[in-house]
């Protein structure tokens, strides 16, 4: 028998108060595949990404990860979740390593300092995104898009198998979405799953095996990364499948 997927939704649903965000999702994403979500602003993508991950309830149908459903399931380690907006920033200000380190809380135990493990983890994450000379800076001090590489870190520092991120190139300039393609193209070629929200797939869609494209709450492409004008957010119509 198979391994079951990472994610694996059927028939999903989200209601925000009575009006349905979702209507009817079936996606399932295996292991190491690289899957794009699209679509223009309040399409549900956030919704979406979300509710795989069992931070909005459905209203209906079901989504499993790996198999077993969010509220049951338990190995959060194998997760990593970049999420859209930074929770950092106000609240006591942290160093760039402590925010990279509070990642590996999935995977410590809450009686032992950090391992070793830990340190080396928390140094390649931090290498990875290209700021182990920042790590004692303070985070909240850094640009956007160094904000956006320390959450990423953040994520890679719980050495998750599949990784979840909300619109990780949103606001982020130009050499900051080549290395962050360059960290996925990594995670990706070591057989991570990886999923992404985006308006604009920009240098990372190379990368991309597979896009799904939603309107209204409703997948309506799934396959081929569709192409459409640059810095255009995909609108009803706009969107044209490339030839071949
Ligand atoms: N917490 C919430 N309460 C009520 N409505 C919500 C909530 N979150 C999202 N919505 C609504 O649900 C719909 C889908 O929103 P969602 O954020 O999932 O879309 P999106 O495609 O990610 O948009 P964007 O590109 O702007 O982030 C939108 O109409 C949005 O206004």
Redesign the pocket.
Known sequence: MNPAPPFRMTGGRVR??G?E?LRGVDLAVGDGEFVAVL??????????VRALLGLVPLSGGRTEIYGVPPARFRDWKRIGYVP?RLPMGGGVPATVREVVASGRVARQSRWRPASSADRAAVDAALHAVGLADRARDSAHLLSGGQQQRVLIARALAGEPDALVLD?PTAGVDAANQEALAAVLGDLSRQGRTVVL?A?ELGPLEPLVDRAVV?EH?RIVHDGAPPAWTPHAHPRHGEIEMRAG
Do not use: F
């Open positions: 925000y108060d009006r965000a679509g223009a602003n309040g399409s549900g993508k956030s919704t979406l859209q619109e929200v308006h939603l709450g």
